[in-house]
């Protein structure tokens, strides 16, 4: 007996099936299948052969492979009673409930007093999948793995996109072949971590960021995750993602975080635009409309506040455009450094006589709102709070410091509440519309609770303060998942405001990020984390591709930088409303040494085209940069904004220096636009127009 059932919309479909009431399996997923396919001739005909050295039926690739089944690779449930012994589920269907978008399937071991639950749903607006796996017992049990429902791909697919990284470089891509065997990617810092952001892309070698198949899967989810890709012996390949290892308490009831997954035939820009578009719903409810220009003072004052020089810093900071002012790190018990004071969220009297309220007010006239920076999870054992309450800190007393700090456990009820009556009571007594949450270190034991406790905690704390916004940021991009998007309005991208690293890493991460929630800042004329000399061009430009910001001391800035930035700002602020709800389409640059990208309107009336010339290229003439999403029959209008930056070496006459170009989508997809020679570390900003 076969049961089937289908999930799907215009632009992909997934058809599973449950063979004599065995764990369901994806027989088909890919390209939309049309209206009234036969599923269950899809799911007899997914019945593989047989030969020699093998057993007699093959385990299926379930939603959750098991043991029981003599599945020769790893499993998606590992299970121990609570003495230890490992348990072999052989689970059975029980029920199913379908709903307009999803159905919920359910099946059990009864034997051993065990229940699976898949919760699989389609999202109509993004076309994402999301994917949930559930586990109940009877009896308290450990967990060891228990996968979000466990997805094959197909065969052509012989290649995988996973992402890696470290502080100031996050969003590193890797694409490497399957082979036999499991890679797996075990990540327990406790957080989602530079090093781990919870992805991979599944694609043919071909495929480009304009053409071809690709199996995007993301796991939204703040407290470390594990990934599991493999190559079965038999050739089939699947892909798990669950919580780090060794992260579940015992307990009875245990939930998988959401698997977010799509299946694109339109290159990697098809997935990347839906998993964007996915992360601009969720922030939408909360996120202040439009997107006001950042000014943070990190980089201007570090921890020396002066409330003069804060005063006329942002004095500054509104005369070049800014309209948030997020005062960071330093206001706080007696931080003069970073080895103080985590955890007394009282103001400095010493640097704040009067409180907060003068800069607040002068922040206000000047038209601006107020942020500031928090780092709720975090001690030192230099503040009255750990002397007060050492027994709050998670982890052993002799573990490892990170930048000096400890971590409070956040399962804690009454750690929780002492954080929510401080926060509160900063945002009650004050004008405040913005909090920068920072996280930075990685957590001494892993622990699921941890992010549970602060998801709970900045529930809590929305939902009494539903104006105030919350940035994300974990020494820069430390935290950046849809787990913790659900709850918050922006991420910290990245520590580096070097501008050529941020195009790398603004590029990388928009493969699920969009301009909307993913900050950018203009940083110092030299860079304080790479030491590199930028032009203001270059720095304004990368920093308009995204949530733009300042965080430079204004008071470094020449005329003329002042200007550049002014004019760009001013830019940004004209087109915001339309770019910050635009698809970012990856560009497939020929030429290796040019970043590019091409911002598309959801309407698709305009787009915004960066081509950054990161290095020199190999060949003396600029390749065309050819563009994508357009309508091949529409006529565009193209304008190259900073045609008056060619430099003299710029000695022939590419009709864009001068003048508009009026030509076909077709043209523009096909051949490409023939850009100005320039320099390296510079960028051209192209505007169209459909006419
Ligand atoms: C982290 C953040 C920075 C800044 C400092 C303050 O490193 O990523 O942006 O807020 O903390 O200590």
Redesign the pocket.
Known sequence: MIKTWHLGDSRQSMVLASFDGRLPEVVYWGPALPEGEAHQAIAAASIADVSGGMVDRNAAVSLSPEASQTFPGHCGLSVRDKNGTQLAPDSRFRSEAVSEHGVTLVFADDALGLTLTFNLALDAKSSLFKLRSSLESADEIIVDWLAAPVLPVPAHTGEMIEFSGRWCAEFLTRRIPFAPGARVRDNRTGRTDHAHFPGLIVCSPGTRNTSGEAYAFHYGWSGGHKMVAEELQDGRRHVQFGHASGSLPVGRTFHSAPLYVTYSGSGLNGAATRFQKHARNLVAEGARSPRPVHY?C?EAVYFDHELDELRSIASQAADLGAERFVL??GWFGRRDD?TTSLGDWVIDRRKYPDGLTPLIEHVKALGMEFGI?F?PEMINEDSDLYRSHPDWVLGPADQIRGRQQLVLDMSRQDVRSYLYEHIASVLKHHDVGYI?W?H?RVLPVVDASQAEGTYALIDRLRADFPQVEIES????GGRIDFGILERTQRV?LS?SNDALERQRIQHDAALFLPASVTGSHVGPRKCHTSGRVLDIKLRSWTAAQRHMGFEMDPRELTEQEAATLRMVTGWWKANRDWMMQADILRLDSSDPAIIAEQQLAADGSRFVAFAAQMRPSDQILPYPLQLTGLDPNAVYKINLINQDEAPALSRGAPLLKEHDLEVSGQYLMSHGLILPWRFPETIWVLEGRRL
């Open positions: 943070n990190w960071d790190d970073d920076w780092e920068k920072d930075n940021c974990a020494s820069g910290w520590d």
